[in-house]
Structure formats: C-alpha cells, structure tokens
C-alpha cells in the first residue's frame, strides 16, 4: 500500500504567476484535503474534495483552486501568487471506511514566491 | 475562528525523560489528533480520540481526549533520540469537510 505522494517536491515562481500541485492520495482513500503550513506554523486547512467536488473550505480566496479526478488524486491550482503563499503546501487523504477527519498527510510541496 | 493554543512551545529534555504536552480549544471538538512532524516532513498521524474520555495508547505515547472536549494531553514516555521533532495537536468541531484545526506544535529536542 503506497502513502500519499506529492509533486514537485520544491518550486519557485515569481509574484503574479500561477502554480499546480498534485497529489496522489493513499490506496482506497477517496477523499483528499490541501493544507498551507507557513514556516514555524501549524497547517492551514485550505479544502477538502471528495467524489470529485470540493465539500469544505477553509478561509482561503478564490485564487486558490482545486480539483479531484476518478482516480482519487488531486491538484491544488493557486493563481496571481503572492509573497505570503510561500509555505509548505500539504494534502492528506481519508479512507471511506474511516471517519474523514483521520487525515494522513504527504511530504508537501515547498513554494517560493519571489 | 477555532483557537488551538498548544503548550509547551519547546521542551529541552534529557534522554529517558517523560514528557507531557497538552492542547486547549476555546471551542468544544468532536475530534483530537496528534501529529508528528520531522524536518522536511509531513505530519504522520501518532494517535486519534473520537470520544470525550477517552485514553488510547500507542507503544509509549499515551493521549487522552479531555472531559470538557476542549482539551487534550499527550504524553511520551522514556524519551529516546528518535523523539525529537515537532508535535501537533489537531482537532475538529464538526463533519470531515470542516478540515482540522492544528495547533502550533511543541518542538521536542533531547539533550544526550
């Protein structure tokens, strides 16, 4: 059984781009969440997708995005970035047959905008 | 919003001590997680409560979800090198797609 994987690993972009992070979600889970760790900070949830739509929302703007296809994996769309989304992006998957706040969480994402 | 204020920020231990963290909410939670998080990490699930009361053990971490439901301990016993790290606790108020409330962990480090 593989754990949840994310990609890329590290990133860099510049103020006003756009960026895409993936998520591989652990075998069997079907629901996937995104979280934003700032650096000596707890995470943030950012949402939550199960079946393919979003089902919960943390206090986060529209620019920050999502999506959930068949097979479970995620990405996290964040557009016109900002020198405060620097931080370490998270998913974490849930298994149906457990409760969906048991959250198992991936290595992440590091961004830095610049 | 939900509050987690989580204590100690650090704890500077010697190898074989125990340890005790704890975890208070301004609001009452349904769930209590524990987490730990190494350098360059994700968070890896130590121990989950579901039910007020409860005391549930894994190897030498105990944790215990508060009476109250806005609390939460977790203690370590006989600290060993492999300890150290950051620990979070992570709770939630409602249904799943609420997603957690973490706190801002305790940074475990111990002196040999």
């Known amino acids: 059984e593989t754990g949840v994987t994310q990609s890329p690993t590290h990133l860099i972009k510049t103020r006003g781009q756009q960026v895409t992070l993936r998520c591989s979600s652990q075998?069997?889970?079907?629901?996937v969440s995104w979280y934003q760790q700032a650096l000596g900070q707890g995470p943030q949830f950012i949402f939550q997708y199960y079946r393919e739509e979003e089902n919960g929302r943390g206090n986060f703007p529209p620019r920050f995005s999502g999506l959930q296809f068949p097979n479970y994996s995620s990405e996290l769309n964040v557009n016109a970035l900002e020198l405060d989304d620097s931080a370490l992006y998270l998913c974490?998957?849930?298994?149906?047959?457990?409760?969906?706040?048991?959250?198992?969480f991936g290595p992440g994402t590091r961004l830095t905008v610049l | 919003g939900q509050q987690l204020n989580q204590s100690p920020q650090s704890m500077f231990i010697q190898e074989g001590e125990d340890v005790s963290m704890n975890c208070t909410s301004s609001s009452i939670f349904n769930t209590w997680l524990w987490y730990k998080q190494d350098p360059g990490e994700g968070p890896v699930l130590l121990i989950a409560l579901y039910k007020a009361g409860e005391l549930t053990s894994n190897g030498r971490l105990t944790a215990q979800f508060g009476i109250t439901r806005k609390d939460s301990f977790l203690n370590i016993s006989a600290s060993i090198p492999s300890d150290v790290g950051i620990y979070f606790c992570a709770g939630q108020t409602g249904g799943g797609a609420d997603g957690l409330t973490f706190g801002k962990g305790t940074h475990l480090i111990i002196q040999p």
């Open positions: 974490a998957s849930s298994h149906p047959g457990q409760r969906s706040d048991t959250q198992y």
């Open positions: 075998s069997g889970h079907n629901t």
